[in-house]
């Protein structure tokens, strides 16, 4: 039979890994609301990346539930609960890495998202964030607002939007992606114990089958 303790143990990462799901959730439907600079940090496809993944480790979820109240001999469920954690650790490095990628050249990378932002957006960021332009007070000025109402305005206030917006977006990103692959190591938990509970399974089952051919006595 298997021990209480690894029953504990991998009920403790089954329920972790439910709740990695519903953060992920949770946090791709809230990022959603207007917030101008975290609208340009994340974009749509960032947080429809996410939900998917939650969804991904939900649907994980159901799935270990149907696979561990099976009988001992049906070992399938647990096969395939890993081989769709295999899935989830594989969606999980490709959007981690992603986002990781992306802070490599932030700098650059937010020069072209900034540039894409239309102009009532440009203002609001130089407003909130008290700059002018990206790289210069004349890169992507967008002039209006109380900051940079001219252009002579941006020149005296001589403050650019590069550092605050990448020091905003690297601490977001580096977030996202350290919490990302912290769900690794929930799946990657969950798997050993998975492959545990099979094997202590299949060995019962072992010692029962040679108990029947000893006429149901069992070893001394």
């Known amino acids: 039979m298997v021990s209480k303790r690894l ?13 990695a799901g519903a953060v992920c959730i949770a ?3 809230v990022w959603r609301e207007t917030n101008v600079l975290m609208n340009m940090v994340l974009s749509n496809a960032d947080l429809t990346a996410g939900l998917v993944l939650g969804i991904a480790m939900l649907i994980t979820f159901a799935i270990s539930i149907g696979a561990i109240v099976q009988r001992n001999h049906i070992t399938i469920g647990l096969v395939l609960l890993n081989w769709t954690l295999i899935l989830d650790a594989l969606g999980i490095l490709i959007i981690g890495t992603f986002v990781w990628f992306f802070t490599l050249e932030e700098r650059n990378n937010f020069h072209s998202v900034f540039s894409q932002q239309s102009t009532q957006n440009k203002i609001a960021i130089q407003d909130k964030l008290k700059c002018c332009g990206y790289f210069n007070t004349s890169d992507l000025l967008e ?14 206030l001589n403050t650019t939007c590069v550092g605050p917006i990448t020091a905003f977006a690297d601490t977001t990103l580096n977030d996202v992606f350290t919490t990302v692959y912290g769900f690794m190591a929930i799946v990657i938990c969950l798997f050993l114990a998975s492959l545990c509970v099979i094997k202590k399974r299949q060995e019962d089952e072992r010692f029962k089958k040679i108990d029947s051919k000893r006429g149901g006595k069992g070893f001394v």
């Open 7 to 19: 029953m504990g143990v991998w009920a403790f990462f089954d329920f972790t890994l439910l709740a």
């Open 27 to 29: 946090l791709s439907i």
């Open 143 to 156: 002039v209006g607002g109380s900051i940079c109402p001219s252009q002579d305005a941006a020149n005296q």
